[in-house]
Nanobody, 115 residues
Framework: QVQLVESGGGSVQAGGSLRLSCAAS????????LGWYRQAPGKQRYLVAS???????NYANSVKGRATISRDNVKNTVDLQIDSLKPEDTAVYYC?????????WGQGTQVTVSS
């Protein structure tokens, strides 16, 4: 199994930036997909950004042009950088790993963007 721990969440002013980090308890070098989901109050959880085994990245339209996802196979981490934060970025962000035909989730970290 893989345990995931997120960090880097907090309160940020609109227009600012933050970097979320997810640390895995074991190697993620062979993971098919690493990603970040988010869920705002009363709304559906959806995929914000992902990176596959070939380092190909994909972004939701809501963060496209503002977000960068990256992975470090040595440190077993996946990070999400978001610039030009907007109030609508306020949500709980969840780290996601698809490995060995199984999906693993972090416990989530709160991001609050104030205007």
């Amino acid at each position: 199994q893989v345990q995931l721990v997120e960090s880097g969440g907090g309160s940020v002013q609109a227009g600012g930036s933050l970097r979320l980090s997810c640390a895995a308890s074991r190697s993620t070098s062979s993971a098919d997909i690493l990603g970040w989901y988010r869920q705002a109050p009363g709304k559906q959880r959806y995929l914000v950004a992902s990176i596959n085994s070939g380092s190909t990245t994909n972004y939701a339209n809501s963060v496209k042009g503002r977000a960068t996802i990256s992975r470090d196979n040595v440190k077993n981490t996946v990070d999400l950088q978001i610039d030009s934060l907007k109030p609508e970025d306020t949500a709980v962000y969840y780290c996601y790993v698809y490995l060995g035909y199984r999906a693993y989730w972090g416990q989530g970290t709160q991001v609050t963007v104030s205007s």
